[in-house]
Nanobody, 125 residues
């Protein structure tokens, strides 16, 4: 599967932004899709994921209650709605996918083997 992330840009603190991750290829419904982000000088970190099948969602604590992940299998697209953005959310956001990922690995970066190119989100204070 190939992934294309989009929707990044400049937003003021407290604002919102929606990222999209569009996939091409077959059997998208069998892929768990996640968002990771990497801020300048920091390691890439898990943000959120939506599982294949039942669509279970996961969030890291620093975005819980502010970000919402969803998927549209017909459009082969996963969305990340980001609300109440803070300067600390500034990062390059990457979407990633893995086929039939085990529950234990849904938030673990090294198990994702398909990656999009990243989209920059900058939150100004």
């Amino acid at each position: 599967v190939q992934l294309q992330a989009s929707g990044g840009g400049l937003v003021q603190a407290g604002g919102s932004r929606r990222l999209s991750c569009s996939a091409s290829g077959r059997s998208f419904i069998n892929y768990t899709v996640a968002w990771f982000r990497q801020a300048p000088g920091k390691e890439r970190e898990f943000v959120s994921a939506v599982k294949y099948g039942v669509g279970t969602t996961y969030y890291d604590d620093f975005v819980k209650g502010r970000f919402t992940i969803s998927r549209d299998n017909d459009k082969k697209t996963v969305y990340l709605q980001m609300n109440s953005l803070q300067p600390e959310d500034t990062a390059v956001y990457y979407c990633a996918a893995a086929n039939c990922l085990h529950d234990d690995y849904d938030t673990v970066e090294r198990y994702y083997n398909f990656w999009g190119q990243g989209t920059q989100v900058t939150v100004s204070s």
